[in-house]
């Protein structure tokens, strides 16, 4: 009569089993007989649109309420001779005129930067063009961010009829995602003999410029 040598193999039943997620059980027959039991798991990551844009105070991704004031006096002797006036030294986040720009995007292969104004007036009947301010662009030295391109934003120009939008800067996409920073600085080209009073203001007789980014 033949004998069969069956214990390891109900050695092997007799081991408490879990079930976890997908799984195999292999149960080699003989000491020296390979096995190999495999087991997988799916991974999914989902990345939302993100468009992110900040002129002057604020951090990157961060909300903020604040609205700098860029403020220019002309002095007694310079008025309207031509010699550019440069802003106070509290004006913008940066001082001195001088804003911070950030552009953050990843939904779009171009994203657009425009500026939208009204007419700079002194709320008495006299204007001033926005063509008078002007804008210098240039790479941020203090406060840069890590993965950004710190080359500078080109300035959308103002718009030529001092009321509505401007020419707008597009910006190409790099490998899906936008991440561009720079600084503003504007000065007043202090061209025109104007009337005494104040243009403009916080949100008042046409001061304020709005910046809008745009991803299709």
């Given at each position: 009569?033949?004998k ?5 193999v109900?050695a ?21 007989t ?5 087991a ?99 790479p ?48 007043y ?19 304020r410029?709005?910046?809008?980014a745009?991803?299709?």
């Amino acid at each position: 009569m033949k004998k069969y040598y069956i214990a390891p193999v109900i050695a092997s039943l007799a081991t408490p089993l879990a079930a976890i997620a997908e799984s195999e059980q292999v149960t080699p027959i003989g000491a020296q007989t390979a096995a190999t039991a495999s087991a997988k798991l799916d991974f999914q990551i989902t990345i939302p649109r993100v468009l992110f844009l900040q002129v002057g105070s604020g951090s990157n991704l961060a909300n903020n309420t604040k609205v700098d004031l860029i403020d220019f006096t002309v002095p007694v002797g310079n008025v309207g001779d031509g010699s550019v006036v440069a802003a106070s030294a509290a004006s913008g986040d940066l001082g001195t005129g001088a804003v911070t720009v950030r552009l953050m995007a990843n939904g779009a292969s171009t994203v657009s930067l425009n500026s939208n104004v009204t007419q700079l007036n002194n709320g008495s009947g006299s204007n001033v063009g926005w063509n008078r301010i002007a804008v210098a662009s240039a790479p941020l030295t203090t406060g840069m961010t890590a993965g950004y391109n710190n080359t500078g934003i080109t300035h959308p120009a103002f718009a030529a009829s001092n009321t509505g939008d401007g020419q707008p800067t597009n910006i190409a996409a790099v490998n899906g995602t936008v991440r561009e920073e720079g600084k503003w600085t504007f000065t007043y080209r202090n061209q025109d003999i104007l009337a005494a009073g104040t243009y403009g203001g916080v949100n008042t007789k046409g001061g304020r410029v709005i910046y809008t980014a745009t991803m299709p």
